[in-house]
Structure formats: structure tokens, C-alpha cells
């Protein structure tokens, strides 16, 4: 390490080593007033009053220089950044090596001090004037403090407390800048990790600490002298501080004086520390150069595992050494405890808060002893003596060893080899006993009946105390200590080893540095250098040579103070074997090994209830553990051969279970060859398996082992062979011919066993309806399970009308109309509305098959709404696709039809908005002008679609341009009163005059020639048809030429008949002006002339009546479908059946017979 003081124009490094100069440096004109040294090492500063700074390298060569206009006062290097902080009398400048300028900043007092902050953001600088100023990196002031005092309290020095450079380390290079002004000194100290705090001492006697904010902390503390220099010291611990006193002084972090480093025939003018060291050089008024190193003692004291220590030199930290919480207790005024060789704290209470980790120390009896060669002095808390032992030898150790308040009790080992105890209530000393050798350490167990001593030849001595016999001895021992939770354990360390000792066992070793100096439970605590540890050391070793001797209570007790799981499983098994089944149970629950204690519980049970016999419970032992023959051999010896056959047959051993057979019970040879069966089973062996089942006569297994593998030839042998009162292996063996599709063998199971039902469910589940059906025929108790099922069946296939029939079978009517519900709904949902028809016909269809009064209502509902959604398939598709292959005049008919059926409430999914618009759109085609007006003027009062409002507009617009007209030849005639009917009737789809219905074409909704009649009251359906069917009479018509013997003659009338030859249109006619309906009734004389050709009937089933309808116009050819009784020519039928293959509108095929 070298020293640089400064000179009057020159500096000089010496070897602080034996002080030699290593090496003047040149190059100032003038005083050199200050030195700083950079944090890297590779560079260092000089200031002097030539008004120059010059800038060093590591090897003493100048690099740079460059001046100001006034005296250089101080010089600070950035920590950080490097950045050189040199000020003057009127101005401070910044310099860095990334940059060739400095810059210059102007002050309005003289500095005389700086200072960098540890993370090199801000720069303090102390003024003539007593500020202080602070800066930030690039000149600008942020915070200004004035000091009490102002001009009168200058501001001289800076002295920053920086890390310590690796370079500044290597070189041991420290510089001192000796002024010749008196100063005050500012220190910038790194408190935390949060706060920089600013020390502040001024020659009005007094050191502030200040926030970098400005705001100070805490008070002025008075200085009894002048500071001259000021340095933290040991990261920020410490401060040293010398001036007019002559000395430099240690203080506390918080400005509490602890003592005088060195005294000084002359002021100290200035000091620095080395950092992370305990070095403190010193420069004085008078040239001296002092240089310190500062040792601080270790001063602590242990209690169990309560540990207490100094820091700081004024705080004492309570250290909980297993849980290393810590607690910090201030004291108040400063111990001299250099002055004390020994203080002993006797007792001392701690009460841990759970809401903090602090502690509160209550010391509720404190005595301090103090140690004088021979002489042992009890001094009060008030430092009166109360007590004073004197011994015939030198006082080598003392331990506390605890008592009640105001009799504690003391170990005390002297020179001599005699060990005492001392109460500190009695002036008498107990000697305990006198061995030949010195003692150097000792302990006493904790019930203080055995005594550890380790003399000065190293070697541990223990003894009995109540005896005084010598129970062993160890070599290599420098310090020894008992275990408080263990009485047969202790601890001893030396020669870099710790060794643990149990009982009288040999000693178990492991490397450690340092001395014992507690032992509790596992923790060993350890004390190096000035550190105590607590070190966790395992117990198996003691455990172990416990075990060893089947000392299973004592090796639980040394397993509880800290063992490993594998360690607890061998204690509780070792137990186990030696029968103590207190110590296994406790281990095994460390363990929590279930399987275990529910061993040990049912000993435990079978004890109490008289069983004694340690071999058979430890036959069980070794079932448990796995020795197997051991416990076979143990049970044969107890007598109990069935447990050993138990044993292996579970074991899958059956070689050595048939060595346990013998004259055994039949049941036991069983009950092995279905153990073997098992075994073969779980080996992947199952025809072996199968074949062992059957020869233990458990069929069920080898069933189930047959029927997984497929085997049906094998499962259909034993069901033949299996008597019929074996149902369950019978109904299994049908299970696995129905999974694998044997449904003949499943069926002659089925009839073996006279299970009908199961055989129906058979015929169900296999799809055999042809089966199932003559089954029902003969056993009509079946007809749910097999027609409900058949219907479903048929109405997930969609063949909806044999899925009807079968609900009707099944008696299941609510349930077919529900399902036929809700396909209707969904094929409206989904604007499927030719399927919404078929459906809604096939719903009457079902109500009236039901034949109640409120179906039948539902029948003339759903007929209604089936022709309905028939007609809105064609609308729909016409207003949705971009082609129709319909003409118009079959669209303008069809939306006329419904516009005129929707008068009240409108269908779900069935558009108002179309139905009128294509209406519109056709009749303007066609020329009905009239009726286009009419549907345009009832669109406007509906929401019209997006889509749709630009074309509707401009066709309103043009229909206008048109006469307000319909076409005749749209003109619609009633075939009963020959009445010509306006296209758009308030009738609907009757006659305005005569109210007659009109008949429609199911495909081009035409009016058809048809008028319908009605039967008198006498007259039966079945008569009517006889009636009908008898030829028609021919009638003789007279002949238009006639010839006579003078003249031939040609009639040119129309030879039409006269009414009276059809009474049929007599019949017809209706009185007029009435409103009410008139319908054409018949008698039995019309009825034997109308013509079977001209009459069609709608032969409805009961309880609804027969509908007949005469044909007007005979040579217009009408076909009706004999199943929903719709009306079509005959042309289109036949094209839409050749199309279709069945019935528009019923989809009743063409094959089906009517």
C-alpha cells in the first residue's frame, strides 16, 4: 500500500508498509491543494493553486491537464461514470473521458468541498457561505441547503464513501491532500438501497444528516471541536472524524461518538479509509502521516437457540438460529466493553409476537460477573459488587448453566483441574470433582448428572457426576457441548472435525470448521471466526447403533430430534421384527405407511382378545415384508398350514402351495385351482384359464373368459351341456352370441331356458322383425316391446306411414302424433313446406284414425293447414329461386287461392309479403290489373323486406299506367248457377251468388266442373253407392230428320234434353236473394240416374260422412287419389305421378292397391 501526501508544489507515494518513498510526481507550479483517486483504479486527479488540474495515470505518468480562472479547491471523480468533478473559487467544471471539452459552471461562492453519490447522479458541493449544493450530472441545481450560521460556518471539504477499486486494491495507493484552510466537512453516504443520506459537519460544532430532498434527519449533534475531515467508514457503519481535537474518533452511522482511534500532537487536518477494511490513515497540521487498523472484537452470548451479538458497536441482535428471524434491541449509551474480560447475561426471557419478527427482550434477573485471575466478582446492574468468590487456581472457563431468578447456577473449570459450581446466592463454591489436567472447556447434560470436560490436552473427558467415575474419553477435542433435548448425547469439535457421540457407541464424524458451542436436537450451533451458524446434522448414525442393539425406545427418542423418511421406515420395521409394536406404530405414522398400521392394529386387536403367540404375529411380520418361506416355516411350526396355502395360492406360488395340501379339505383343493385359474388368466393363458374354471365349476368365469376371446363353438358346447335351472350362465352365454351375431344360438339359448321375452327383445334388438311378429301373433302380451321399437325403428329410416302403423299397433297414438309434431314444426323451421304438407296430412290422418271429438277438430285443422303450406311450397320457391317451372296462370291461381285462405290468422313461416307480392306479379303479367292494384295497396300497410322495396315500388308505380281492370278470360264461373266471380271474392272460395265451395285442382288450382251433394237423411252411404252403380237407363232421343211421303224435314233446334231428363239439374237450382248456403240435396230417383262415370265420393272412414260430387262437364276428365281425396286432370296427375312416382300431395305410391 502506498501513501501520497501533497507538498507545496509536488506529491509523493510512499510504501505504507515501513513508510519509504516509492516516488515524487512534478508537473504543479504552485500548492497542490487536493487529490482524487477514480473507482476503476486507472486514473487520479490533482488540484492546486496554479489554478490547474492534472490527471495520472496507475503508473504515475501525466495524460491530460487543463486549467480554470481561480485556484483549484477540491477534485471528486464520478463513481459511475468517471466523470471528474473540479471546482475553484468561482466556478466547478465536469469533465469526462468520452468528451475533450470541460464544462464549466459558475457558483456564487467560493467551493471548498465535493462530493459524488454512491450511484453517481448527484454532485454535493460545499460553499464558503455554508451552503450546500446539489447537483445533478449535468450542472443543474436540484437541492440547496443553508446551514445555521451562513458565512460564518464555511463549507470546505467533501469526502465521498465509495467502493473500493480493483486496481486502487492491487496498487495499495492512497492519497492525502493536506489543506492549509480550516474546513467543514460534508460526507454523501449510501445509508440503504433507497436513500442517500448526507453527512454534514460545520465549525459551529455541529453534524447534521440531510435527505437528498433537502430535508434533514433527525438533529444537530454537538461536537465538543472544530471537524476538520469527515469519512464513512465500513460501508456506511461508521464515521471517522478528526480536527481541533487532535485525535480522529470513531462514531456511530447515527453521530454517536464510540472512541478515539489515534491521538495527534497537532490538528487532523484530514483522513481517509480504505475500503472494505479496517485501515484508517490520517494527515496533520504538523506533516504527520498515522496509518490504523481498527479491530473489532466479537461480543455475543448464547441461551438455547437464542443467539446474541453487537452490532454496529451499540445495537445487540437477537438471532433466532432456527428460523433466523432476528431482532435488534438499541443501547442507549456505549459499553466499554473492552474493559470487561467476561459479562455473563444469566437469564433472559424472549416473547415472540406473531405479527412480528421482532423480539422483546425482558431481562427479568441480570448479574455481571467479572473475572480477575483467581477472583470471581458477582457485580449488580448498578455495578455493586454483591458477591466474590476466591479459587485456588487460575480461571479458565465459566458456563452458565441456568436456575431460577437470583440463584443461577455456574460452572467454573480452573487451571488446576478442579471444576466447581457456584450458586450466585451462596458464597461457597461445590467442588464437583478434581482431575490432573487443566481445564479448557466443559458442559453439563441436562440432568446435570453426567459432566463433559475438555482439558488442555485437547482430550474430552465424561464423567458421572453423583460417582465422580470417568465413563469415556475422546482425543481431538477443543470444545465440547451437551445435547438439551437428548440426556446420552454430546458433541465435541476439533482439528477441523465434528464429532457426535451417543451413549457409550463409537463416535460418528464429519467435517467442520469452527467451535460447538450448543447442541439442540439437530442444530449444532457453530462459532467461526465471528460468525455462529446452526448446522443441521442428521441423527441416523446414532439411530442406527441404537437399532443395532434392539434399543428401539432409545433409537426413537434420537429418531425424533431430525431423520430422514427412510431412516423412520428402518426404525419402524426393525421395531417390528423385534415385536415392540409401540415404537413400529409411532414410526410408521411418521412414515404414514397405512398398510403397516392396519398390520400393527389387527396384532394389536387379536392381543386383546387372548392370542399370545409372538410366532404367529411375527409370521405375519414376514408376510408383509415379503419373506415368504420364512413366514411358511413359521406358520407350519405355530401350526396354522391353511394361512401358509393362503399365502402362496395369492401369491401365485402353487408349486409351493401343494407342499401345504396334504389331507387338506376338498375345498381347499378347489379353491387352489381357482387361485391357478386366476393366475392363468392374468398370464394371458385364457384357454388354460377357461379349462381350470370349468374343473373348479366356476362356469361364470370361464364363461366370461369364452366370450371375450370369441370362442363360439366352445360356449355353444358348454350351453348345451349347462342344465336349464342355470339361468345366469345360460343368459350370458346368449349375451355373448347376440355381441358376436350368433342370433341363432342366442335364440335356441332363449327357447332352452322358456325366456319369451328375452327372445322377443332378441328378435327386437337384431332386427328380425319377421320373427318378432309371429311371436306377437301367438303372444299378444309382446305387442309393445316389439311394435314400439318397430315404429322407431321406421321413423329414423323416414318411412313415416309404416311407423304410424306400427304406433297404432303398439296402441302408442299420443306418442306417434307427438313425433309427427315435431317433424312438421322442423320442416316449417327449415321452409321444407312441401314436407310441412305431407306431414300436417299425415297428422289429420292420425287424429282421425283416433276417432275422438277433440281429434277430429284437430283433423279438419291440420287438413286445412296441409293444403295451406301444399299451395306456399310454390310461392316460396317462386320467390326465392331464380326460375319457376311453373306457368303463370298456375301461380297466379295458387297465390289467389291462399291470399284468399289467409283472411285471419297467418300459419308459422308463411309470408304474407310473398304470397301478395306474387299475387301482384302475375296479375300484372296476366293482365288482372285490378287485383295487381289491390295487392299492391295491401303490401303498403305490411313491413316489406329490403330486398324487395325498389322492384315493389317501381311495379306500383306502373301498374297505375294500367286500366283499372281484370282480364275475362281470368274470370272465374260458378258451375252450379253458371255466375261469372270476380277475381278477389269476399266469399273466399265460394260463389257471391249461390255460396256453392268451389273445387280446386290440387296441382293448378283451376276451378274443377264439380258440384258437390248431399244425401237425404234415409239414405245410407252403402245404398247411395248401389244406387249409383246401377246402369243408367238409355233414352231414346228423336231423331232431327224426319221423312215424310211428301216432304223430307231437318230440325235445326239444339237437341238439347229437357230438364226433366236430369233431375240431377233440377236440383241445382237454388232460391234467390238468400245468404245462407243452399246445398243440392238428392233422392233415391236422382241418385238411379246420375251415372257412375260423372260422380266421385270421398269414401272417409267413421265417424266422418261421405262427400260426392258430380261432374258438370262429363268430357273434362278429373282424377281423384284414393287416399287424401285431392282432385287434379287427369293429365296433370298422371304427369306429376310419372314425375314422382306417387301422389303429390300424400306421396302415396303408385303400386299401393286403394
Known sequence: MRAVPTWIDKYCVYDTADGTLIQPLKGHKDTVYCVAYAKDGKRFASGSADKSIIIWTSKLEGILKYTHNDSIQ?????????????????????????????????????????????????????????????????????????????????????SEQQMVSDKAHRTGQMFLSVLELPCVCVCVCFRDEHNDILAVADWGQRLSFYQLSGKQIGKDRQLSFDPCCVSFFSKGEYIVMGGSDKQASLYTRDGVRLGTIGEQSSWVWTSRVKPDSNYVVLGCQDGTIAFFQLIFSTVHGLYKDRYAYRDSMTDV??????????????????????????????????????????????????????????????????????????????????????GPPGREGLLVGLKNGAILKIFVDNPFAITL??????????????????????????????????????????????????NTQCEDMLCFSGSGYLNIKASNFPVHQQKLQGFVVGYNGSKIFCLHVYSMAAVEVPQSAPMYQYLERRM?????????????????????????????????????????????????????????????????????????????HEAAKLYRKTGHDSRALSMYTDLRMFEYAKDFLGSADPKDTKLLMKKQADWAKNSKEPRAAADMYLTAGEHMKAIEIIGEHGWMDMLIDLARKLDKAEREPLSRCAVFFKKFNHHGYAAEIYNKMGDLKALV??????????????????????????????????AEHDRFEEAQRAFHKAGRQAEAVRVLEQLTHNAVVESRFNDASYYYWMLSMQCLDIKKEEMLKKFH???????????YHSVHRYMSEPFSSNMPEILFNISRFLFHNLTRDVPMGISK??????????????????????????????????????????????????????????????????????????????????????????????????????????????????LIDLEVPRVERNSSWQEMSQSQCLRLDDGTEDPEDDPFTAKLSFEQGGRAFVPVLVNRAVLRCMSRRDVLIKRWPRPLSWQYYRSLLPDVSITMCPSCFQMFHSEDYELLVLQHNCCPYCRRPIDEPS
Open 761 to 794: 327383445l332378441l328378435h327386437v334388438d337384431t332386427r328380425h322383425w319377421d320373427e318378432a311378429f309371429s311371436l306377437v301373433e301367438k303372444h299378444s302380451q309382446f305387442r309393445d316391446d316389439v311394435y314400439v321399437p318397430y315404429a322407431q325403428w321406421l
Open 433 to 482: 470433582l478434581k482431575q490432573n489436567t487443566s481445564v479448557r472447556c466443559l458442559d453439563m447434560s441436562t440432568s446435570r448428572s453426567k459432566l463433559a470436560v475438555v482439558d488442555e490436552h485437547n482430550t474430552c473427558l465424561v464423567y458421572d457426576i453423583h460417582t465422580k467415575e470417568l465413563l469415556f474419553q475422546e482425543p481431538n477435542a477443543n470444545s465440547v457441548a451437551w
Open 913 to 1026: 309479403v310473398d304470397t301478395l307480392y306474387a299475387l301482384a306479379k302475375q296479375s300484372k303479367l296476366l293482365g288482372a290489373y285490378k287485383v295487381a292494384r289491390h295487392a299492391f295497396e295491401k303490401l303498403q300497410g305490411l313491413k316489406i323486406p329490403s330486398r324487395y322495396q325498389d322492384s315493389m315500388e317501381l311495379s306500383c308505380l306502373t301498374v297505375r299506367s294500367k286500366p283499372y281492370r281484370d282480364s275475362e278470360d281470368l274470370i272465374p264461373m260458378c258451375y252450379r248457377c253458371s255466375t261469372n266471380n270476380p277475381l278477389l271474392n269476399n266469399q273466399g272460395n265460394s260463389c257471391i251468388n249461390c255460396r256453392q265451395p268451389f273445387i280446386y285442382s290440387a296441382s293448378s288450382y283451376e276451378v274443377l266442373p264439380l258440384v258437390e251433394f248431399y244425401l237425404e237423411d234415409d239414405i245410407s252411404d252403402e245404398e247411395a253407392v248401389s
Open 74 to 158: 477540491c477534485v471528486a471523480y464520478n463513481p459511475v461514470t468517471h466523470q471528474l468533478a473540479s471546482c475553484s473559487s468561482g466556478d466547478f467544471g465536469l469533465w469526462s473521458p468520452e468528451q475533450k471539452s470541460v464544462s464549466k459552471h459558475k457558483v456564487s461562492s467560493k467551493i471548498t468541498c465535493c462530493g459524488w453519490t454512491n450511484d453517481g447522479q448527484y454532485l454535493a458541493l460545499g460553499m464558503m457561505n455554508g451552503v450546500v449544493s446539489v447537483r445533478n450530472k449535468n450542472g443543474e441545481e436540484k437541492v440547496k441547503i443553508e446551514r445555521p450560521g451562513g458565512s460564518s460556518s464555511p463549507i470546505w471539504s467533501i
Open 861 to 871: 285443422s291440420f287438413q286445412h293447414l296441409a293444403e295451406l303450406y301444399h299451395v
Open 552 to 628: 428401539f425406545q432409545e433409537a426413537y427418542q434420537i429418531a425424533c430430534l431430525g431423520v430422514t423418511d427412510n431412516d423412520w421406515r428402518d426404525l419402524a420395521t426393525e421395531a417390528l421384527e423385534g415385536l415392540d409394536f409401540h415404537t413400529a406404530k409411532k414410526a410408521f405414522i411418521r412414515v404414514r405407511d397405512l398398510r403397516y398400521l392396519e398390520l400393527i392394529n389387527s396384532i394389536e386387536e387379536r392381543k386383546k382378545r387372548g392370542e399370545s403367540n409372538n410366532q404367529l404375529f411375527l409370521a405375519d411380520v414376514y408376510a408383509y415384508q415379503g419373506k415368504f
Open 317 to 402: 441482535i437477537v438471532q433466532h438460529l432456527i428460523t433466523e428471524q432476528k431482532g435488534d434491541q438499541k443501547i442507549l449509551q456505549v459499553i466499554p466493553c473492552r474493559e470487561l474480560q467476561l459479562k455473563k447475561q444469566l437469564n433472559i426471557h424472549f416473547l415472540i409476537f406473531s405479527s412480528s419478527c421482532h423480539y422483546k427482550v425482558s431481562l427479568s434477573s441480570i448479574n455481571t460477573h467479572k473475572c480477575l485471575e483467581k477472583r470471581l466478582q458477582c457485580l449488580s446492574f448498578t455495578a455493586v459488587r454483591e458477591k466474590e468468590w476466591l479459587m485456588e487456581s487460575l480461571i479458565r472457563y465459566i458456563k452458565v448453566i441456568g
